[in-house]
């Protein structure tokens, strides 16, 4: 299942941090402004006093917010998909009688129920309602209409609730309600997705509870929900309108087919997730045939939406950060190195290599650390998924194994079962039959089947590229050789240029020399400088669309220093991996060099006025 190409709330859910970073990049700004012509100084120097000092003040800005990533930005954000999920389970569970008489000879599908004493439907209503309001203040306060640290005791508050009502609804009935022989009397599906219900309920309020102690007790990070952003809120209506649209198919086409309303929730569910078994509820009247071309597109769109925002606000984002941790490791490491590598070079009678060649090497070093960082972050990003994929598709075969022992499946059976729904295969050839069974699917598989989505995709950055190049190998080794066989294949492969550097070179950039923009500075030529900072300011905006953001040359950093006022050659306080350095910064080149030129433009135009004035 693919979503429909959802790039935007990824950088929505990156602002409060680029402003956090913005600001801490602030006081090194301000001190590459002064300008000034001290000699190139050594790594633990430039990157502030040395490591200890570099790690101080860069522990809010890098180091803190991966390790709390999870609990502040994964936990509510699940805590917001899974809860409208929970209300559902609730609502099944409330529906039918948790008690059903097995006619003699016959299966649990056909089962009658028997009532249920009314303080277990009072209780399972009341919890219901917990929920409701839990749900309402969470939507309130996505849409700003109440207080975070108001609605969130409310919220977790009513989710507990209902989670403790559930759990002891379910105990009393194993203890108190249950009849013998077993064979004859069964619990029903309404009783499994009692189960279900409670315990994701205690799940999300548990989500909330870290992270509402964390940020608002310990304010270890600003809460993630205090200042929802849209991507966030559209998440939140998302998975309330995907619950909802479940829950009205399965009761409008249970009417019409006469089913049960929890067995049109299970159609309901692997319909809208393309898994199609068919062989259990087939559809036999005309009506409902005529409103599932509808329903089903209208599904699909909405759980693709849902999987779209999930991946983008919590996956891509935990790539990101996966990939700053990775870089933030790569540049403390080979800090170590330079610093030991200068020592080394002070004991001995070598000669020092000069200003430009430390920052020639220094950049290529850059450019060595960040192809480091990125590889490492997308097989972390692969293994994290793949994890999570055969926990769900193992885990799972272990229940099914479990809740179909009346059908005797093998493990190995649930397994199949298991994988051919995961990849939305369908054949129809096995499916759940038993009351446990069914509930467990539902919520199953609308976890599981989006997971599967996104270790499909983090497989196209890392798996697919490597069949890529070696079907590219084959074929030259062997059907489509190059022309010219004088060439070793290895070395046809170095030669090929890919689609990046070719765009580089024909990207448009300005034509003045880092030679002009010093001697401009020298003479103060204010009045030009604000022209090539223009000049620049609009090439750098064309790149920004650029996929994937562009990397620039070391020819091209050297005229931006230029302008930023960064004089390299007579050995100025730069280097590319201190601390406000680009390396470091969680924005893009283009990104990072349009902010310091929009500071040195507009310090530029101020100075002009007070002159002027």
Known sequence: MNEPGLDKPIREAEQSLEEGIERIEGKSTSRRRSGGGSRMRSPGERFGGGLAKEKDKGDKALILPNMWWITSTAFPLMAAAFGPLASLTSVCALVQPWRLRIPPGGRETEGKGIDDPAWLTAVNAVSLAFALVANVCLLLTFARRIRYQ????????SWYT???LLMGLVAAASKHLQRYPRQEYVFSQSYYYGILSSTLYFIVATFLLVNYFNSVILKRYPPIFSTPTLSQRALMLQTISLAFYLGIGGAVFSKIEGWEYVDGVYWAD?????????????LTNTLSRALLIPYAIGGIIILGLVVGSVRSLVLERGKIKVQRRALDKERTKWIRRLEEQEREQEESSSQPKSDEEKLRDEFYLMRKIERIANTKAKWTSLATSLTAFLFLWLGGATVFTFSERHQKWSYFDALYFSYVTLLTIGYGDLYPESNAGKPFFVVWTLIAVPALTILISNMGDTVVGMIQKATLWVGAMTVLPYPDSSISLTQKFKLKRTDEEIRHEKSPTTNTPPEQVHNLQEEEKKDQLLKLLAVEICTLTKDMTSE??????????VRFLGLLGIAWREGDTWSWLEEGGPLASSSSETEW??????QRLEVNLERLGEVGG
């Open 270 to 282: 692997y319909t809208i997730l393309t898994v199609g078994l068919g062989s259990d509820f087939k």
């Open 150 to 157: 108001l609605s969130q005791p409310i919220v977790m508050l």
């Open 593 to 598: 060099l349009l902010h310091k030129m929009r």
């Open 162 to 164: 209902s989670s403790f």
């Open 548 to 557: 994937p953001p562009r990397n620039y040359s070391f020819e091209e950093w």
